[in-house]
């Protein structure tokens, strides 16, 4: 079972930026898909950057596009998000995942590896 650990959330002020990096244990392209995926403290999850690792092609919901960028570094088997023009609603637990049977990588029941989760807090 691959580990894959968080990095980088925190408190920002709307508007403000922050990077999220996720260290996984194996080669990332031994995946089909990884994506950051949130929870909202009423526990609904969204996919908020889904990444297919062979390709590179990306996928981004309309809430977070034009302002979150995944990329992947396989040489150093990390997945990163960088988040800009934060919003409040954007506050939420952040996890790190991974997909190795292919489906539906924009959908959340298709990852069965998650990392810890990284929180990220947007104050008005």
């Known amino acids: 079972q691959v580990k894959l650990v968080e990095s980088g959330g925190g408190s920002v002020e709307a508007g403000g930026s922050l990077r999220l990096s996720c260290e996984a244990s194996?080669?990332?392209?031994?995946?089909?898909?990884m994506a950051w995926i949130r929870q909202f403290p009423g526990k609904e999850r969204e996919v908020v950057a889904t990444?297919?690792?062979?390709?590179?092609?990306?996928w981004y919901p309309d809430s977070v596009k034009g302002r979150f960028t995944i990329s992947q570094d396989n040489d150093k088997n990390t997945l990163s998000l960088q988040m800009s023009s934060l919003k409040p609603e954007d506050t939420a637990v952040y996890y790190c995942?991974?997909?190795?049977?292919?489906?539906?990588?924009?959908?959340?029941?298709?990852?069965?590896?998650w990392g810890q989760g990284t929180q990220v807090t947007v104050a008005t």
């Open positions: 995942t991974a997909n190795r049977l292919g489906g539906n990588c924009w959908q959340s029941d298709v990852y069965n590896s």
């Open positions: 990444i297919y690792t062979r390709s590179d092609v990306k």
């Open positions: 194996e080669y990332i392209s031994t995946f089909v898909c």
